[in-house]
């Protein structure tokens, strides 16, 4: 199993009536409610507590890339990965992902990502997201009819540049270069594994399979709700005749909050859950898929039925009980929380997590507490679900062996002698 | 651009449903009357609200009015991506049905259409009617993102009886029955995301630097009330076309050839 501590950085400030007083959280939430000297200490914040997760020992530690959106503040995950990959030594550094239809031209990714991989010695996951409706058409300014098509073309070109060892020309639709020749290159070849997450569609899931990588499906609903899609996943795993079923081959994001027992976790944490589910999740309907977006083929397969937008927004107001009892959250006791995870990883047959372990406006001490209790009873206890499938490495980093640290240079006293200079 | 839902089809309009190949896809067009050829191209809501006004339009000439791909039941064409190919594509269809220099019609996304034909190969149209085109954009005066509204936002948009609009639209069905609201998301998928290739985000796709080519005579037909494409972008219209005079029709929204047919039937009229 690959436990990954995944933070969408949420805006914790959004005022109680939010709901009431704002349409939507995303793509045009009131400017005015970002403070920017709060955000100096929340960044640092946040990028602290997923250094935290990485001492812990989760696998990867789990950034992703979202626009003008009060629950994720990360327009640009490559820069925090930056940070992470100096701070942190062992675990890997989850970028889930950039969305590489975004950029211009997409070879930027390729790059920024090959840089991570350098400056981590090889620790990199990458992720290439086709990205929200909100975010690429809503926020960037996609054409929705044309982003797949825009979407594959950056896939092919990223990694031919990974693969090739020449400079070649590059006669795309949407991009058109000269002399691709990528300089830096990653350690990883001829690239490190890479993660698509989807909502669903069957492309995607084609996609996944044609190019041997890893599909994951990041919703909020928790895996109650997710069984449907992630089964049509495995479906079409078997119905293509797809060499394995390596659960590698998908993630699955989960909020979950650890305590004592349940009652304690009820205690600790609703407020914050609430916070999210029913303030940060509150998205105009008419931002969630602008037509076109979606093919025909997806709608029409109906995988979207589950997550309509019902009345009131993506997400209707939920009680602590029923965000338990619906999956939406896993929260509890060690025990419990042990319990509902072996039947989240078994129902959906996925070994890579992506845990969601910082939540709305929790503070700090809260996610701490409830993420060592995760890593200390709970994922132990989780290892060896999969033991057949332990050697499959085809989704997760292999990072060199011999890694230098960050801050290794030598003390100011051995630099003039060190350097040749007369003594 | 109209509603993008069913509405109630008016009594049978004397308009009949064909289909010819193009180079790129089979067309379907409604064709009916009499009298000098006029070709009429639909706004991103599709026909649907059009047809009593072309059946009332086919009482004074022989009117084509061609789906474009991926509405109605036509089928979707993938090679269509930008304005240029919507222009061509759109004198494929006139070219396959025959026509020299039929009068060019087109409404909103449709006028958009027939402004750039009339420009890209401007002695092929002498008489250009465009009723509330899209295709300008003014940062004074923003067109609203139809992309992003919600079906029951759209009647104060698109009516200029927003109470009288909302009905005709809300008849189309029910969006709490899953059935419907899936061949609802269907529709817009087609419809719209085939209209988003030259309109998302913005529709604007440089045809203000292309305007001066159209040599036609042209009318420009505006309801007075219109809230999506609002008449001051008329006027930037009449500026860049050397020959064109504006019609502005007194209670009528975006949707004034829906609201008032017979005014816009005369105002073609004039180029006949």
């Given at each position: 199993m690959k436990f990954t501590w995944f933070n969408l950085m949420p805006w914790p400030y959004l005022p109680a009536d939010f709901r009431q007083k704002h349409r939507s959280v995303w793509v045009d939430i009131d400017s005015k409610l970002f403070d920017p000297e709060k955000s100096h200490e929340l960044?640092?914040?946040?990028?602290?507590?997923?250094e935290y997760a990485g001492s812990l020992g989760f696998d990867g530690i789990g950034v992703n890339e979202h626009h003008q959106n009060a629950y994720g503040l990360m327009p640009s995950p490559n820069l925090i990965a930056a940070g992470l990959a100096r701070r942190t030594r062992d675990v890997a550094i989850v970028v889930l992902g950039a969305s590489i239809a975004l950029y211009n031209p997409p070879l930027r990714v390729a790059e920024e990502f090959a840089m991570l991989d350098c400056i981590s010695g090889g620790r990199l996951v990458a992720g290439f997201p086709v990205g929200t409706s909100m975010d690429t058409n809503f926020c960037y300014g996609q054409i929705p009819a044309l982003l797949r098509e825009k979407y594959r073309e950056a896939n092919e070109l990223i990694l031919r540049a990974w693969h090739e060892r020449e400079p070649f020309a590059?006669?795309?639709?949407?991009?058109?270069?000269?002399?691709?020749?990528?300089?830096?290159?990653?350690?990883?070849?001829?690239?490190?594994?890479?993660?698509?997450?989807?909502?669903?569609?069957?492309?995607?899931?084609?996609?996944?399979?044609?190019?041997?990588?890893?599909?994951?499906?990041?919703?909020?609903?928790?895996?109650?709700?997710?069984?449907?899609?992630?089964?049509?996943?495995?479906?079409?795993?078997?119905?293509?005749?797809?060499?394995?079923?390596?659960?590698?081959?998908?993630?699955?994001?989960?909020?979950?909050?650890?305590?004592?027992?349940?009652?304690?976790?009820?205690?600790?944490?609703?407020?914050?859950?609430?916070?999210?589910?029913?303030?940060?999740?509150?998205?105009?309907?008419?931002f969630a898929d602008a037509p076109g977006y979606r093919t025909i083929k997806t709608i029409q397969k109906g995988v979207l039925s589950q997550y309509a937008p019902p009345k009131g927004g993506l997400f209707p107001e939920l009680s602590w009980k029923e965000m338990v009892e619906g999956g939406y959250i896993i929260a509890g006791s060690p025990e419990t929380v042990r319990q509902r995870m072996e039947e989240m990883i078994n129902g959906l047959r996925v070994g890579n997590v992506f845990c969601l372990m910082h939540i709305g406006d929790m503070p700090k001490e809260k996610s701490m507490y409830s993420t060592r209790l995760f890593a200390e009873k709970v994922m132990p206890k989780l290892r060896n679900i999969f033991p057949e499938h332990a050697a499959d490495n085809r989704f997760w980093c292999r990072p060199m062996a011999n890694r230098v640290s960050a801050g290794a240079l030598p003390p100011e006293s051995d630099v003039r002698a060190a350097a040749g200079a007369e003594a | 651009m109209s509603a993008p839902q069913p509405a109630p089809r008016p009594k049978a309009p004397p308009m009949e449903l064909k289909t010819i190949q193009t180079p790129h896809v089979p067309v379907r067009y409604y064709e009916g009357g009499q009298g000098q050829p006029l070709i009429f191209l639909?706004?991103?809501?599709?026909?649907?609200?059009?047809?009593?006004?072309?059946?009332?339009?086919?009482?004074?000439?022989?009117?084509?009015?061609?789906?474009?791909?991926?509405?109605?039941?036509?089928?979707?064409?993938?090679?269509?991506?930008?304005?240029?190919?919507?222009?061509?594509?759109?004198?494929?269809v006139v070219a396959e049905l025959g026509l020299k220099d039929p009068i060019l019609v087109g409404f909103s996304m449709g006028g958009m259409i027939a402004s750039e034909m009339a420009a890209v190969a401007s002695?092929?149209?002498?008489?250009?009617?465009?009723?509330?085109?899209?295709?300008?954009?003014?940062?004074?005066?923003?067109?609203?993102?139809?992309?992003?509204?919600?079906?029951?936002?759209?009647?104060?948009?698109?009516?200029?009886?927003?109470?009288?609009?909302?009905?005709?639209m809300s008849a189309g069905g029910d969006m709490s029955d899953p059935k419907f609201l899936q061949g609802f998301l269907v529709q817009a998928a087609r419809q719209l995301g085939a209209a988003g290739k030259i309109m998302f985000p913005i529709p604007d796709r440089g045809l203000s630097s292309r305007l001066y080519r159209i040599k036609a005579k042209t009318i420009l037909i505006w309801g007075q009330s219109d809230k999506l494409i609002p008449p001051v972008y008329a006027q930037a219209f009449q500026q860049g076309i050397a020959n064109a005079e504006l019609v502005l029709i007194p209670e009528a929204g975006h949707v004034v050839a829906f609201e008032k047919p017979q005014d816009v039937i005369r105002a073609i009229s004039r180029l006949a």
């Open positions: 960044y640092n914040t946040y990028i602290d507590l997923l590059f006669n795309g639709r949407y991009t058109k270069l000269r002399h691709v020749n990528l300089w830096p290159r990653p350690i990883q070849q001829p690239h490190p594994p890479i993660h698509i997450p989807g909502g669903g569609s069957i492309e995607t899931f084609d996609f996944c399979l044609d190019n041997t990588y890893s599909y994951s499906y990041l919703s909020f609903g928790g895996y109650v709700r997710g069984k449907q899609l992630m089964q049509s996943y495995w479906d079409r795993v078997a119905e293509r005749n797809t060499p394995d079923t390596s659960p590698y081959r998908a993630g699955f994001a989960q909020t979950i909050c650890v305590a004592d027992t349940d009652e304690e976790a009820e205690r600790l944490y609703a407020k914050h859950v609430s916070y999210f589910y029913n303030r940060c999740l509150h998205v105009f309907p008419g | 639909h706004g991103a809501g599709g026909l649907d609200l059009d047809l009593g006004f072309l059946g009332a339009l086919a009482e004074k000439f022989h009117v084509y009015a061609p789906l474009m791909p991926g509405y109605g039941d036509s089928e979707e064409c993938a090679e269509l991506r930008d304005i240029l190919d919507f222009t061509l594509h759109t004198w494929d002695g092929d149209v002498s008489r250009l009617a465009l009723i509330a085109p899209a295709g300008l954009w003014l940062d004074d005066c923003p067109i609203p993102d139809i992309f992003s509204l919600l079906p029951y936002q759209l009647p104060p948009y698109l009516f200029h009886d927003a109470v009288a609009g909302a009905k005709i």
